[in-house]
């Protein structure tokens, strides 16, 4: 695995071609086609909905995928066929489900569950990060493992999809208690894992700390020096820009499209939620191109910056989330910050926000159909979906039918897993790239991106975020017939 591209044949260039252009127009040439982008027949996924009902975050991602290609699914020669792909993609090759057994500092044992979903291994190993969090389930982690698929499809690196995580909350624990539960957790997932087969990497909940704790549990366990998890500290062989490149990627890619659309994030009001590693840099590199941040929020409230957040604002919160991790409630009674505090509101609920770009960059369904709403009405220009499926059904018809600049998460911010890529090609060759080098590539990858969902859009013919779904789809299901896993 010294390279990571994936490479393809004139012909096979020469037909993927073909289909991207067939569908840039989704509107036929005949009177029974020319309404097929309003006509969104899912009854096909009828029995999935009923089977998975108790797992609506899971039936959000695919029906959100399926509405954008309907074009697709109504093609009068391969139509059935596309379905028939679909509804294969929407099934994991394998879900993996494990107790994990650990002690905490009281000497009490305590016990979660883990979960691994090995989606698809269509385009290389099943890749895609672990996520502790209290609210993580089976049909959390599908709803992410799903999305995946096509983000890494994207990346045109050799990377399958997949999900994994526990309910584990590591906020309140101790070093002690999260190394520990670490510690358990890999006993069990180190079974399942390995480098050219499945490589976990760092989500919500699991940062630089947690993968180190992992990793050193995985080496003890197997003996092995490898690169079957991505993230990792540097000194353990990590990649520079790791950290940085998911919040980068997604302004990478928004400056692009900024600018392809006759605007630009040079001094822009610029609005992130969350203040994890993804809000964290997206602000950083925001402020470095001369945009003004003007929101970071956490689950209790939000700081507003009404003249744009400075880099001394941004060490602050840096000091506070990576170090203290400490809520930005205490920076605001502290008087360490110049931001003005908000409880209990997220960015997309301040009546009078105003911001001409948004960058969800906290969870997933944080902007409604209500913080929509409220979006437009003060002006806001595009949405760049730092996080995964950040945005409700209800609140993308709204952003659609608005005509705003949207892209979507399996596109914006796949800068992360990309670089991810990166790290397993470095750990395979036994070589440390320069930050520059990485950051390059970064950046090219961002491009190819943009460039693969804009060709499929086709001047304006489908948005940006439908030609996201339609480039990762249909990669995605001409490698399974080439396969023969779909016919």
């Known amino acids: 695995m010294t390279t990571m591209k994936l490479h393809t044949t004139a012909e096979e260039k020469d037909a993927f071609e073909e289909l991207r252009l067939k569908y840039s127009h989704p509107r036929g040439d005949d009177d029974s086609s020319s309404n097929v982008e309003n006509s969104h027949d899912s009854s096909f996924l009828a029995p999935l909905r009923e089977k998975y009902a108790h797992q609506p975050t899971f039936l959000q991602a695919v029906e959100e995928m399926s509405e954008s290609l309907t074009p697709i699914f109504a093609d009068k020669e391969k ?21 994990v057994n650990w ?7 305590r016990t979660n569950r883990g979960w691994r979903v090995e989606f698809s291994s269509v385009l290389g190993p099943f890749k895609g990060g672990l996520r502790f969090h209290p609210t993580v389930d089976e049909g959390i982690l599908k709803s992410l493992g799903f999305e995946q698929i096509f983000k890494n499809a994207l990346t045109g690196l050799q990377m399958g999809g997949g999900k994994g995580g526990s309910d584990f909350d590591p906020k309140g624990k101790s070093y002690a208690e999260v190394r520990r539960f670490c510690e358990a957790f890999m006993t069990e997932l180190s079974r399942y894992i390995h480098p050219y087969t499945d490589v976990p990497a760092g989500d919500i909940g699991v940062g630089g700390r947690e993968l180190g704790y992992l990793y050193g549990q995985y080496k003890k366990l ?15 062989g990590g990649s520079e820009f790791r950290i940085e490149a998911t919040g980068f990627g997604v302004v990478y890619i928004s400056q692009i499209a900024a600018e392809k659309n006759g605007g630009t994030l040079q001094g822009a009001r610029c609005a992130v939620s969350g203040s994890g590693n993804v809000a964290q840099y997206a602000a950083k590199k925001l402020i470095e191109i001369g945009a003004k941040v003007v929101t970071m929020s956490d689950s209790n409230g939000t700081l507003v910056f009404q003249d744009g957040m400075t880099m001394e604002d941004w060490n602050v919160i840096i000091d506070a989330k990576q170090i203290k991790r400490a809520r930005l409630s205490s920076l605001a009674a502290g008087n360490q910050i110049k931001g003005e505090y908000h409880p209990n509101h997220s960015p997309w609920a301040i009546n009078d926000l105003k911001a001409e770009y948004a960058f969800p960059c906290a969870t997933q369904n944080e902007i409604d159909k209500q913080g929509a709403t409220l979006l437009i009405q003060n002006g806001i220009k595009g949405i760049f979906e730092g996080a995964n499926l950040p945005t409700t059904i209800e609140a993308q018809k709204l952003i659609r039918d608005s005509k705003l600049l949207y892209i979507p998460g399996k596109a914006a911010n796949a800068g992360g897993v990309a670089t991810s890529g990166f ?3 470095q750990n395979a060759q036994r070589l440390n790239w320069e930050g520059h080098t990485v950051d390059e590539k970064l950046k090219t990858t961002m491009q190819s991106i943009y460039n693969q969902i804009d060709s499929v859009t086709d001047g304006g013919e489908c948005t940006l975020e439908q030609g996201a779904n339609r480039a990762g789809f249909l990669k995605v299901a001409e490698a399974m017939k080439s396969l023969g896993w779909i016919w």
């Open 79 to 99: 139509g059935e066929f596309y379905k028939r792909a679909f509804l294969v993609m929407t099934e994991p090759e394998r879900i993996i489900s494990f107790r």
């Open 103 to 109: 002690m905490d500092d009281q000497g009490n044992l």
């Open 222 to 236: 197997t003996k092995r020096t490898d690169g079957v998890l991505t993230g990792k500290p540097l000194l353990l």
């Open 423 to 425: 790290e397993m090609a």
